[in-house]
């Protein structure tokens, strides 16, 4: 399985984004998809997942609210909207897949995009 992340970009504080992972490879409609961030300095962070009937979404307490998960199976896509955008939420923005489920540990990882978003 291959992901690719897109969507990314420069935005001001209280913009916002739609970023998007395609999978390749095998239909992953079963899987668990999540999104991970990474600010300049900081470690790796969870921010919200999925399982793969979009039954069950989790999120970071950080994003509640502002951002929302959703699937299009049949384009073996996930999305992430990004709405009111902070610049604390400026990182490196990696999706990730997994057959059961979505942690630092998932099977699959995307190349990031970054997000940027200014004061």
């Known amino acids: 399985v291959q992901l690719q992340a897109s969507g990314g970009g420069l935005v001001q504080a209280g913009g916002s984004l739609r970023l998007s992972c395609a999978a390749s490879?095998?239909?992953?409609?079963?899987?668990?998809m999540g999104w991970f961030r990474q600010a300049p300095g900081k470690e790796r962070e969870f921010v919200a997942a999925?399982?793969?009937?979009?039954?069950?979404?989790y999120y970071a307490d950080s994003v509640k609210g502002r951002f929302a998960i959703s699937r299009d199976n049949a384009k073996n896509t996930m999305f992430m909207q990004m709405l009111s955008l902070k610049p604390e939420d400026t990182a490196v923005y990696y999706c990730?897949?997994?057959?059961?489920?979505?942690?630092?540990?998932?099977?699959?990882w995307g190349q990031g995009t970054q997000v940027t978003v200014s004061s």
């Open positions: 990730a897949a997994d057959p059961v489920a979505v942690s630092e540990r998932a099977t699959y």
């Open positions: 490879g095998r239909t992953i409609s079963n899987y668990a």
């Open positions: 999925t399982n793969g009937r979009l039954s069950i979404t």
